[in-house]
Protein backbone atom coordinates (compact mmCIF):
# COMPACT_ATOMS: atom_id res chain seq x y z
CA UNK A 1 0.00 0.00 0.00
CA UNK A 2 1.59 3.48 -0.96
CA UNK A 3 2.05 5.39 1.62
CA UNK A 4 0.13 9.14 1.78
CA UNK A 5 1.96 12.24 3.02
CA UNK A 6 1.17 13.20 6.67
CA UNK A 7 0.63 16.94 8.06
CA UNK A 8 1.77 15.79 11.69
CA UNK A 9 5.05 14.65 9.69
CA UNK A 10 6.08 18.00 8.51
CA UNK A 11 4.62 19.81 11.48
CA UNK A 12 6.74 17.93 13.85
CA UNK A 13 9.89 18.49 11.37
CA UNK A 14 8.79 22.40 11.36
CA UNK A 15 8.79 22.50 15.14
CA UNK A 16 12.05 21.88 14.95
CA UNK A 17 13.62 23.23 11.70
CA UNK A 18 11.73 26.02 11.05
CA UNK A 19 13.39 29.41 9.72
CA UNK A 20 13.91 32.38 11.64
CA UNK A 21 12.51 35.15 10.14
CA UNK A 22 11.77 38.77 11.66
CA UNK A 23 8.46 38.58 10.90
CA UNK A 24 7.65 35.17 11.59
CA UNK A 25 6.36 33.81 15.36
CA UNK A 26 8.23 30.85 15.66
CA UNK A 27 5.89 27.02 16.16
CA UNK A 28 7.25 27.27 19.86
CA UNK A 29 5.88 31.04 20.49
CA UNK A 30 2.83 30.36 19.06
CA UNK A 31 2.42 27.24 20.93
CA UNK A 32 2.69 29.52 23.89
CA UNK A 33 0.41 31.84 22.69
CA UNK A 34 1.39 34.32 20.72
CA UNK A 35 -0.07 35.09 17.94
CA UNK A 36 0.90 36.70 14.21
CA UNK A 37 1.23 40.56 13.71
CA UNK A 38 -1.62 40.89 10.74
CA UNK A 39 0.57 43.77 9.52
CA UNK A 40 3.94 42.10 9.39
CA UNK A 41 2.39 39.09 7.90
CA UNK A 42 0.64 41.57 5.25
CA UNK A 43 3.90 43.53 4.75
CA UNK A 44 6.07 40.56 4.40
CA UNK A 45 4.24 38.96 2.04
CA UNK A 46 3.32 41.81 -0.32
CA UNK A 47 7.55 42.57 -0.42
CA UNK A 48 8.34 38.54 -0.88
CA UNK A 49 6.52 38.79 -4.37
CA UNK A 50 8.71 38.08 -7.07
CA UNK A 51 11.61 38.32 -4.52
CA UNK A 52 13.81 36.38 -2.11
CA UNK A 53 13.89 36.47 1.60
CA UNK A 54 17.31 37.52 1.49
CA UNK A 55 16.75 40.69 -0.47
CA UNK A 56 13.42 41.27 1.96
CA UNK A 57 14.88 41.02 5.56
CA UNK A 58 16.90 44.30 5.46
CA UNK A 59 13.79 46.28 4.03
CA UNK A 60 11.20 44.43 6.04
CA UNK A 61 13.70 45.60 9.51
CA UNK A 62 13.52 48.85 8.31
CA UNK A 63 9.82 49.75 7.47
CA UNK A 64 8.48 47.55 10.89
CA UNK A 65 11.12 50.33 12.60
CA UNK A 66 10.01 53.41 10.42
CA UNK A 67 6.27 52.20 10.79
CA UNK A 68 5.92 49.26 13.41
CA UNK A 69 1.43 49.60 12.82
CA UNK A 70 -0.44 50.04 9.77
CA UNK A 71 -1.42 53.08 11.25
CA UNK A 72 2.12 54.72 11.09
CA UNK A 73 2.21 53.65 7.70
CA UNK A 74 -1.19 54.92 6.59
CA UNK A 75 0.12 58.19 7.90
CA UNK A 76 3.50 58.53 5.84
CA UNK A 77 3.99 60.49 3.32
CA UNK A 78 3.93 58.81 -0.01
CA UNK A 79 7.41 59.74 -1.24
CA UNK A 80 9.05 58.60 1.56
CA UNK A 81 7.28 55.11 1.77
CA UNK A 82 8.28 54.81 -2.19
CA UNK A 83 12.23 56.20 -1.09
CA UNK A 84 12.20 53.68 1.35
CA UNK A 85 10.99 51.09 -1.05
CA UNK A 86 13.48 51.99 -4.17
CA UNK A 87 15.42 48.79 -4.74
CA UNK A 88 12.65 46.06 -4.41
CA UNK A 89 11.24 46.58 -7.48
CA UNK A 90 7.90 46.21 -8.81
CA UNK A 91 6.42 49.19 -7.85
CA UNK A 92 3.01 48.68 -7.92
CA UNK A 93 3.56 47.24 -5.26
CA UNK A 94 4.61 49.82 -2.93
CA UNK A 95 1.47 51.91 -4.05
CA UNK A 96 -1.12 49.86 -3.28
CA UNK A 97 1.02 49.10 0.05
CA UNK A 98 -0.48 52.61 0.52
CA UNK A 99 -3.45 52.28 -0.18
CA UNK A 100 -4.30 48.95 1.85
CA UNK A 101 -2.88 50.64 4.87
CA UNK A 102 -5.32 53.67 4.41
CA UNK A 103 -8.27 51.36 3.77
CA UNK A 104 -7.55 49.39 6.73
CA UNK A 105 -7.49 52.50 8.94
CA UNK A 106 -10.35 54.24 7.60
CA UNK A 107 -12.92 51.56 6.91
CA UNK A 108 -11.44 48.77 9.51
CA UNK A 109 -10.40 50.73 12.40
CA UNK A 110 -6.70 49.92 12.11
CA UNK A 111 -7.68 46.25 11.60
CA UNK A 112 -7.15 43.81 8.94
CA UNK A 113 -9.98 41.48 8.78
CA UNK A 114 -9.66 37.83 9.84
CA UNK A 115 -11.16 36.38 6.59
CA UNK A 116 -9.90 35.63 3.56
CA UNK A 117 -12.89 36.95 1.51
CA UNK A 118 -12.48 40.22 3.52
CA UNK A 119 -8.75 40.36 2.81
CA UNK A 120 -9.84 40.16 -0.67
CA UNK A 121 -11.67 43.34 -0.72
CA UNK A 122 -8.29 45.60 0.00
CA UNK A 123 -5.99 47.17 -2.54
CA UNK A 124 -3.81 44.72 -3.30
CA UNK A 125 -4.24 41.46 -1.95
CA UNK A 126 -4.97 39.21 -4.13
CA UNK A 127 -5.55 35.06 -3.11
CA UNK A 128 -2.48 34.09 -2.50
CA UNK A 129 -2.04 37.14 0.03
CA UNK A 130 -5.39 36.88 1.57
CA UNK A 131 -4.73 32.91 2.01
CA UNK A 132 -1.77 34.01 3.85
CA UNK A 133 -2.63 36.33 5.90
CA UNK A 134 -5.69 34.86 6.81
CA UNK A 135 -4.12 31.33 7.88
CA UNK A 136 -0.66 32.52 9.35
CA UNK A 137 -2.02 35.33 11.46
CA UNK A 138 -5.50 33.90 11.93
CA UNK A 139 -5.56 29.97 11.88
CA UNK A 140 -7.52 29.62 9.52
CA UNK A 141 -7.45 26.13 7.63
CA UNK A 142 -6.60 28.39 3.85
CA UNK A 143 -4.72 26.94 1.29
CA UNK A 144 -1.54 29.04 0.82
CA UNK A 145 0.56 28.16 -2.59
CA UNK A 146 3.22 30.19 -3.55
CA UNK A 147 6.03 29.01 -5.68
CA UNK A 148 7.93 26.73 -3.17
CA UNK A 149 4.40 24.84 -2.55
CA UNK A 150 4.04 24.26 -6.31
CA UNK A 151 7.25 22.61 -5.95
CA UNK A 152 6.54 20.37 -3.48
CA UNK A 153 3.27 18.84 -4.17
CA UNK A 154 4.81 18.50 -7.42
CA UNK A 155 6.54 16.53 -6.76
CA UNK A 156 4.84 14.70 -3.85
CA UNK A 157 2.61 13.22 -6.62
CA UNK A 158 4.77 13.32 -9.56
CA UNK A 159 2.66 15.98 -11.25
CA UNK A 160 4.14 16.48 -15.01
CA UNK A 161 1.71 19.09 -16.28
CA UNK A 162 3.76 21.88 -17.00
CA UNK A 163 3.28 25.65 -14.92
CA UNK A 164 1.05 27.76 -15.27
CA UNK A 165 -1.53 24.91 -16.85
CA UNK A 166 -0.18 22.72 -13.65
CA UNK A 167 -1.35 25.66 -11.12
CA UNK A 168 -5.34 24.16 -10.22
CA UNK A 169 -4.20 20.41 -10.30
CA UNK A 170 -1.03 21.55 -7.30
CA UNK A 171 -3.86 23.82 -5.56
CA UNK A 172 -6.12 21.50 -5.26
CA UNK A 173 -3.57 18.63 -4.24
CA UNK A 174 -2.20 20.86 -1.41
CA UNK A 175 -5.54 21.42 -0.22
CA UNK A 176 -5.89 17.97 0.47
CA UNK A 177 -3.33 17.73 2.83
CA UNK A 178 -4.00 21.46 4.57
CA UNK A 179 -4.76 20.44 8.42
CA UNK A 180 -7.77 22.01 10.55
CA UNK A 181 -5.83 22.57 13.04
CA UNK A 182 -2.38 24.97 13.43
CA UNK A 183 -2.68 25.40 9.65
CA UNK A 184 -0.18 28.72 10.19
CA UNK A 185 2.51 26.58 10.98
CA UNK A 186 1.65 24.25 8.56
CA UNK A 187 0.95 26.65 5.40
CA UNK A 188 4.65 27.93 6.87
CA UNK A 189 6.21 24.26 6.83
CA UNK A 190 5.42 23.74 3.53
CA UNK A 191 7.13 26.78 1.97
CA UNK A 192 10.28 25.99 4.48
CA UNK A 193 10.52 22.79 3.03
CA UNK A 194 10.58 23.93 -0.15
CA UNK A 195 13.03 26.59 0.26
CA UNK A 196 15.21 24.84 2.27
CA UNK A 197 14.86 21.00 1.48
CA UNK A 198 13.26 20.38 -1.42
CA UNK A 199 15.13 23.13 -3.51
CA UNK A 200 14.88 23.36 -7.52
CA UNK A 201 18.26 22.33 -7.73
CA UNK A 202 19.83 19.21 -6.09
CA UNK A 203 17.01 18.74 -3.50
CA UNK A 204 17.94 17.02 -0.31
CA UNK A 205 15.40 13.81 0.01
CA UNK A 206 17.45 12.26 1.83
CA UNK A 207 16.51 14.38 5.16
CA UNK A 208 13.14 15.40 4.09
CA UNK A 209 10.17 14.14 6.21
CA UNK A 210 7.73 13.69 3.64
CA UNK A 211 10.64 11.37 2.00
CA UNK A 212 8.96 7.97 1.99
CA UNK A 213 5.80 8.99 0.53
CA UNK A 214 7.29 11.25 -2.39
CA UNK A 215 5.92 9.64 -5.79
CA UNK A 216 8.84 11.58 -7.31
CA UNK A 217 11.74 10.86 -5.72
CA UNK A 218 10.45 6.77 -6.15
CA UNK A 219 10.03 7.61 -9.75
CA UNK A 220 13.86 9.12 -10.07
CA UNK A 221 11.76 12.27 -11.87
CA UNK A 222 11.73 14.86 -8.81
CA UNK A 223 14.89 17.03 -10.15
CA UNK A 224 13.04 17.48 -13.11
CA UNK A 225 9.84 19.21 -11.28
CA UNK A 226 8.23 21.42 -11.80
CA UNK A 227 7.61 21.31 -15.83
CA UNK A 228 7.19 24.69 -16.99
CA UNK A 229 6.30 26.02 -20.13
CA UNK A 230 8.68 27.61 -22.15
CA UNK A 231 9.45 31.05 -21.98
CA UNK A 232 9.31 33.68 -24.89
CA UNK A 233 12.28 35.85 -25.01
CA UNK A 234 11.67 38.89 -23.53
CA UNK A 235 11.67 42.04 -25.93
CA UNK A 236 14.28 45.12 -25.70
CA UNK A 237 12.96 48.37 -25.40
CA UNK A 238 14.94 52.29 -25.91
CA UNK A 239 14.77 55.07 -24.07
CA UNK A 240 16.12 58.13 -23.92
CA UNK A 241 16.53 60.54 -20.84
CA UNK A 242 17.82 64.14 -20.23
CA UNK A 243 19.47 65.04 -16.67
CA UNK A 244 20.12 68.65 -16.33
CA UNK A 245 21.27 70.47 -13.70
CA UNK A 246 21.60 73.74 -12.52
CA UNK A 247 24.31 76.32 -11.28
CA UNK A 248 23.23 75.96 -7.90
CA UNK A 249 23.61 72.53 -7.75
CA UNK A 250 19.65 71.67 -8.26
CA UNK A 251 18.29 68.60 -10.85
CA UNK A 252 15.60 68.66 -12.99
CA UNK A 253 13.24 65.81 -12.39
CA UNK A 254 9.60 64.67 -13.39
CA UNK A 255 6.78 62.44 -11.12
CA UNK A 256 5.92 59.84 -13.23
CA UNK A 257 1.89 59.24 -13.56
CA UNK A 258 0.06 57.03 -10.94
CA UNK A 259 -0.44 54.04 -13.85
CA UNK A 260 2.41 52.37 -15.18
CA UNK A 261 5.66 51.20 -14.32
CA UNK A 262 7.64 53.05 -11.68
CA UNK A 263 4.17 55.11 -11.26
CA UNK A 264 4.14 58.00 -8.98
CA UNK A 265 8.20 57.85 -8.81
CA UNK A 266 10.60 60.64 -9.40
CA UNK A 267 12.62 59.89 -12.21
CA UNK A 268 14.34 62.13 -15.33
CA UNK A 269 12.00 63.60 -17.71
CA UNK A 270 12.73 61.41 -21.19
CA UNK A 271 10.69 58.81 -23.59
CA UNK A 272 7.73 56.41 -23.63
CA UNK A 273 10.39 53.39 -23.75
CA UNK A 274 9.49 52.82 -27.44
CA UNK A 275 10.84 52.10 -30.52
CA UNK A 276 10.97 55.91 -31.41
CA UNK A 277 12.61 58.84 -31.90
CA UNK A 278 14.45 60.66 -29.37
CA UNK A 279 12.06 63.22 -28.05
CA UNK A 280 11.83 66.98 -27.28
CA UNK A 281 14.14 67.77 -24.51
CA UNK A 282 12.44 69.28 -21.18
CA UNK A 283 14.71 72.71 -22.04
CA UNK A 284 16.82 74.50 -24.35
CA UNK A 285 20.62 73.52 -23.33
CA UNK A 286 23.66 72.36 -24.82
CA UNK A 287 22.52 68.47 -24.54
CA UNK A 288 25.60 66.17 -24.49
CA UNK A 289 24.96 62.30 -25.68
CA UNK A 290 26.53 59.95 -22.84
CA UNK A 291 28.88 56.94 -25.21
CA UNK A 292 27.25 54.41 -21.87
CA UNK A 293 23.81 53.78 -21.44
CA UNK A 294 22.22 52.15 -18.67
CA UNK A 295 20.89 48.44 -19.21
CA UNK A 296 17.86 47.68 -16.89
CA UNK A 297 15.55 44.35 -16.90
CA UNK A 298 12.36 44.55 -16.03
CA UNK A 299 9.72 41.52 -15.71
CA UNK A 300 8.54 41.16 -19.26
CA UNK A 301 11.29 43.19 -21.62
CA UNK A 302 14.69 44.60 -21.18
CA UNK A 303 15.27 48.36 -21.33
CA UNK A 304 18.58 50.61 -23.00
CA UNK A 305 18.20 54.26 -21.80
CA UNK A 306 20.55 56.75 -23.99
CA UNK A 307 21.61 59.68 -21.38
CA UNK A 308 21.70 63.18 -22.47
CA UNK A 309 23.26 65.45 -19.60
CA UNK A 310 23.48 69.43 -20.00
CA UNK A 311 24.16 71.96 -16.80
CA UNK A 312 22.12 75.21 -17.33
CA UNK A 313 21.70 78.41 -15.67
CA UNK A 314 19.96 79.23 -12.42
CA UNK A 315 17.29 80.89 -14.32
CA UNK A 316 16.69 77.75 -16.72
CA UNK A 317 12.76 77.62 -17.12
CA UNK A 318 11.61 73.66 -17.71
CA UNK A 319 8.63 72.47 -20.21
CA UNK A 320 8.25 69.52 -18.09
CA UNK A 321 9.18 68.72 -14.72
CA UNK A 322 10.64 70.78 -12.03
CA UNK A 323 14.23 71.35 -10.55
CA UNK A 324 14.62 69.85 -6.80
CA UNK A 325 17.22 71.62 -5.08
CA UNK A 326 20.45 69.89 -3.59
CA UNK A 327 18.87 69.67 -0.62
CA UNK A 328 15.93 68.48 -1.48
CA UNK A 329 17.21 65.90 -3.76
CA UNK A 330 18.00 62.35 -2.90
CA UNK A 331 19.23 59.85 -5.23
CA UNK A 332 18.70 57.18 -2.95
CA UNK A 333 14.56 57.96 -3.51
CA UNK A 334 15.03 57.11 -7.26
CA UNK A 335 13.83 53.95 -8.36
CA UNK A 336 16.58 51.40 -9.54
CA UNK A 337 16.92 52.08 -12.70
CA UNK A 338 16.96 55.81 -12.38
CA UNK A 339 20.04 55.18 -9.96
CA UNK A 340 21.65 54.07 -12.15
CA UNK A 341 21.06 56.70 -14.90
CA UNK A 342 22.01 59.28 -12.15
CA UNK A 343 25.18 57.13 -11.32
CA UNK A 344 26.53 57.50 -14.98
CA UNK A 345 25.18 61.01 -15.31
CA UNK A 346 27.10 62.52 -12.21
CA UNK A 347 30.26 62.08 -13.46
CA UNK A 348 29.75 63.32 -16.78
CA UNK A 349 27.99 66.85 -15.33
CA UNK A 350 31.74 67.27 -13.76
CA UNK A 351 32.93 67.37 -17.12
CA UNK A 352 30.65 69.14 -19.50
CA UNK A 353 30.93 72.73 -19.58
Given at each position: ??ETADPLALLDWYDDHAR???????????????????????????????????????????????????????????????????????????????????????????????????????????????????????????????????????????????????????????????????????????????????????????????????????????????????????????GHVYVARRADGAFLLER??????????????????????????????????????????????????????????????????????????????????????????????????
Amino acid sequence: MRETADPLALLDWYDDHARDLPWRVGPAARAAGLRADPYRVWLSEVMLQQTTVAAVRGYFERFTARWPTVGALAAAADAEVMGEWAGLGYYARARNLLKCARVVVADHGGRFPETRAALLSLPGIGPYTAAAIAAIAHDAPEVVVDGNVERVMARLHDIHTPLPLAKGELTAAAARLTPARRAGDYAQAVMDLGATICTPKSPACGICPWRAPCAARRAGTAADLPRKMPKAGKPVRLGHVYVARRADGAFLLERRAERGLLGGMLGWPGSDWAAAPEPAPPLEADWRLLDAEVLHTFTHFHLRLKILVAKVDSDAMPERGLFLSAQSFSPAELPSVMRKVFDLARGALETCG
